[in-house]
């Protein structure tokens, strides 16, 4: 079988581009997915369906045109990859973590160790914890891999 | 019927009596539940079960002993109110949120003004926006009424 | 056991009260609920959330604040009564309709002979056609009561 | 991957075909499908199996023939376009927007500005509203296509 | 926990009423429940919904009236009891014991050994086999009472 | 998309081979599936994992084999076709069409007019009744088929 | 909200009535439930039945009478204990965890030290991990228990 | 249709080499899966994630990597073995029992006759009991096959 990834969170540095060509390198059979990681083009999602003078119905609109690719590619996932960096909010990315919890996806945490406490709800749920993209390689290759010839 | 109404979130200020009492007053037919609420209390749920040197395994038993909590009253829930503070991380929150939007159970969120682009993903779920306990309640009262007699 | 009778679609006759009469003179044992009948107060039941300019956001506040209701009360339905009257466009009732089928909860629709063709694939999925609410409430008696002593 | 798209709706006007075009012209990789939009072909889906004093009745069997294609369908779809016209009742269009709601299946509405009140619950429930086929088009290029290169 | 027991099947012998009436000399703690056993009025229970020409669609309607009971009841069922004779066809009460497996609803079957291959199939997804209402009693006894004191 | 057909039911004519050749006559798009119909195999195919003296058990594990198949087969189905004969108790046809109810697959049954009776049940809940496989194809050919060109 | 608390698993010491006494003490809402943990009733469950000269079958017969309650307890739970003691096979209490895993019902297992690693699949998928009826008791309070006052 | 046949239990014979190369021989069209049959790998999949002290936590992470492989195979499979051998305690074979019978999985165990008595609750869901690899590869063969030509 194929396995489908769904990389969740940070958009900010290239830990998406590192776990993909990690599992490039490894040969491993596996389609990857995220969100629109573009910044701005994510906000502006629904401009084109008109303008909004109001902050909150304008992020609505885009959020709810988000959330179709968001859901429907979790869905579809086998294992998600959930990202918290050291910077803003991230509430998107906890947010994913609960979704995936409630439909028994199973997903793996990638953060550093300052964070470990208040992610402790978001960790209890996870499957393992990362703390690197080389990490979160070898794992998608150990649950990827039959057993050894 | 009885409602059950599950309150998700910030610990510091009191929305909950607020809300509680505001039902109260109103006389509404509604059962309010929530996680453990006390921050010590919580953090050290799962020590009795033995001692951790390593604080992520402590805050990972602890966490998991808060969850069996956690999902079994939101389960239960017919409605949660979801509350975002201006400090904190509050991941548990959105993990709460993403929980609600997978099972099916409606959720509003209280929060202010200032936070309403990072929360964009977690109020496209929800089925409304609060900025007081005094619109919650206002919300719940609406809901649970039947059609004026 | 008591029924949960969930009462869906046209606001402008009195056919929920003569069902619930109906019943009571039976002495079914069943409970009735319903969506705010009220039109204004359900048109207006977002407003305390801040005011709209734009009609579609007004709508849309009031309409999902009302949908925490229905949607409830649908999920705990036993059977819903769905009403069609010879006015307006009604897109709620068959909303309602079509959010039953895919619940699989059972429902009659109420209507008259003249809106058999449009009403088609609503009455398709239905588990009966009644033309007056006392069809309505025989079909409830006969439903819920229990093998001839 | 693929995206199925259930076009439900209005059969006097070619949004279908516009939307079909325009996906097209984009190169999108999507599948579209829909009930038999051929009315009169339609409404004699079940002659076949014996005729029918009772319009009802006629009216019945090809209802759930076209049922069954209709439910497949959209339990296939990735996402539902719903088109509401400005002429005819339109109940099953209604009736497809909370089979999908139940089900879980996002969708679009594409509609005039005119009918934003009656259609206020079947809004309610979906992730945008659309007021033209491009716009539809534009919905669907972005929900598939992946984070920018 | 009171168990509620759902019987099927069978309305020519007194096989209800016996098992009824051996749960309550042993003071079990149930609720039993059952389609309409009434022959006549269990055929007749749509006809006040107006005349048919059609046999199939009296039939019909009757039938759905009585599915509207039927499933509801066998939903909230812990377990069925599922009667066949030594005469007629039945179907209905095989039709109950696949709607049982395919809803997790444990059931016991109720039927001599000259039938034993006929039913292989519904015995198959069966929970046991009894050959008298003694038999089902005791069964009813074992599973509902808590271990021994 | 290509369509799974299940074929369930009596095993004396040769009605499946007519509806497999008439979708085939018609280039339908469909893959068919049934239980084993070798009468012979069908009741032995257990007997490779021991002798049993006792003829229930005998038929019990060749049931619960051939369960395997046909409860899979059924739930990959997206139309199952249920086939009543003028003779034997068909016990596991009728089981099959309650089993397809419950996991909302659609079933059309096949039966001559002289058994609607003791089939209401199983017709209440079926999307269709043919008398003919010429009747079947039709209906497969309609479902299937995309709306006109 | 009172708790269903469902006790799995060995059955030659008293950590049952450990735990039950414990939460009486305590004067927990909860209800406890367990299979029959009397052995020998448990393996004669199905004698009355008619007798089976093969072990198998009679075995067969009294665990498919045990697991009608064992699943309709489990399912009503709403946390299972899972006890594992430093004899015999056990395989039931290890299916129980299984079951329960699939069905999100939250699970506690109670063992020793001495067999960690033969259990660490059961325990990867608990919710916590105790080595004495009292931490049990502890964890069953404080989940139970509402914020403190 | 390919079937997709899980692997579970003892590591320590030839019984999946067997099944495989059978049904190989028999030009069955099945894809077999299994968790990671090398023991010390197994046993150290999470070791990269950072050295435990505590033996517990050691097994609960590679526990959990394994068991992301384990559930998400078992959930694509049609059929599930589930060998028992007559060493060690093979906690992880029931569980993936318990986990397939809450997930409607049917399954067919492999053990000899002198573990019947301990494994009569895990045979009590099974659909097939089993006693050498010869007998599965020819269960799968009657299950895959269509009807005799």
Redesign the interface.
């Known amino acids: 079988?194929s396995?489908n990834v769904y990389l969740s969170g940070e958009i900010h540095t290239d830990w998406?581009e590192k776990i993909i060509a990690g599992a490039a390198t490894l040969g491993l059979e596996m389609?990857f997915?995220?969100?629109?990681?573009?910044h701005a083009?994510s906000d502006s999602?629904?401009d084109?369906?008109?303008e909004?003078?109001?902050?909150?119905?304008r992020?609505?609109?885009?959020?709810?045109?988000?959330?179709?690719?968001?859901?429907?590619l979790i869905q579809?996932a086998?294992?998600a990859i959930i990202r918290?960096g050291d910077k803003?909010?991230?509430?998107?990315?906890?947010?994913?973590?609960?979704?995936?919890?409630?439909?028994?996806i199973?997903y793996v945490t990638l953060h550093d160790?300052s964070?470990?406490?208040?992610?402790?709800?978001?960790?209890?749920?996870a499957?393992?914890?990362?703390?690197s993209p080389e990490?979160v390689v070898?794992?998608l290759r150990?649950?990827?891999?039959?057993?050894?010839p």
Not at 90 to 97: C, E, L, R, S
Not at 115 to 125: G, M, Q, R, Y
Request: proline fraction near 4%; aromatic fraction near 12%.
């Open positions: 079988m396995w998406r389609e997915s995220s969100a629109n990681t573009d083009s999602a629904g084109h369906l008109g909004e003078n109001n902050s909150f119905w992020d609505h609109k885009s959020a709810k045109l988000n959330a179709i690719r968001i859901k429907t579809q086998d294992i918290f803003y909010k991230q509430w998107n990315a906890a947010f994913d973590a609960g979704y995936c919890a409630a439909n028994d199973p160790e964070i470990i406490h208040p992610l402790k709800e978001v960790d209890a749920s499957m393992a914890w990362a703390q990490q070898e794992i150990y649950v990827s891999a039959g057993p050894k």
